[in-house]
T-cell receptor, first 112, second 112 residues
Framework: DVKVTQSSRYLVKRTGEKVFLECVQDMDHENMFWYRQDPGLGLRLIYFSYDVKMKEKGDIPEGYSVSREKKERFSLILESASTNQTSMYLC???????????FGPGTRLTVT | QQPVQSPQAVILREGEDAVINCSSSKALYSVHWYRQKHGEAPVFLMILLKGGEQKGHEKISASFNEKKQQSSLYLTASQLSYSGTYFCGTDINTGTASKLTFGTGTRLQVTL
């Protein structure tokens, strides 16, 4: 079974802090994704990566950056957290961009 | 631009049928369907590729009309386990690294 794990289920940070969200997948998938999920807005893509050190902006990249130094690990970085970044963050991976995505359990981030 | 899902919410009695629709303003290469139960990660249901194919698994099936840029998910003889939020994800495959854009979801509740 594909397993996608995220470093924290719940996280509370203060405005202005630098925040790292980590995601690890164990199935040698080429592609990894970061989404945020807000009530009534569905899943919105922040960034994705189709290879190590490669990244592409999603639909809402502003205020975020990503890092993929190893194939199995994809990090989402909030350089200076703001209250409007309070959300559920979901990581996903897939073998191919046209294949099914496997999601992690999510990190609920609260910025105060 | 996010695809439009309808209805936004539906309540069914066990054994009843439901249809969830997903419409895009852009030509589609594929449509993905996911279900998310409360407090859990989204789980893949099926992918429909350009070509208008219909897929199915037990009592859940889907169709894809590429001319109308629409997909529909059919839930037959619903069970309590079908409760959750259903998302469609659309891929317009522009030739660069493709990505999914998800709709805002349809909340389905099945009652006794």
């Amino acid at each position: 079974d594909v397993k996608v794990t995220q470093s924290s289920r719940y996280l509370v940070k203060r405005t202005g802090e630098k925040v790292f969200l980590e995601c690890v997948q164990d199935m040698d998938h080429e592609n990894m994704f970061w989404y945020r999920q807000d009530p009534g807005l569905g899943l919105r893509l922040i960034y994705f990566s189709y290879d190590v050190k490669m990244k592409e902006k999603g639909d809402i990249p502003e205020g975020y950056s990503v890092s993929r130094e190893k194939k199995e690990r994809f990090s989402l970085i909030l350089e200076s957290a703001s209250t409007n970044q309070t959300s559920m963050y979901l990581c996903a991976s897939s073998l191919d961009l046209s294949y099914e995505q496997y999601f992690g359990p999510g990190t609920r981030l609260t910025v105060t | 631009q996010q695809p439009v899902q309808s209805p936004q919410a539906v309540i069914l009695r066990e054994g009843e049928d439901a249809v969830i629709n997903c419409s895009s303003s852009k030509a589609l290469y594929s449509v993905h369907w996911y279900r998310q139960k409360h407090g859990e990660a989204p789980v893949f249901l099926m992918i429909l590729l350009k070509g208008g194919e219909q897929k199915g698994h037990e009592k859940i099936s889907a169709s894809f009309n590429e001319k109308k840029q629409q997909s529909s998910l059919y839930l037959t003889a619903s069970q309590l386990s079908y409760s959750g939020t259903y998302f469609c994800g659309t891929d317009i495959n522009t030739g660069t690294a493709s990505k999914l854009t998800f709709g805002t979801g349809t909340r389905l509740q099945v009652t006794l």
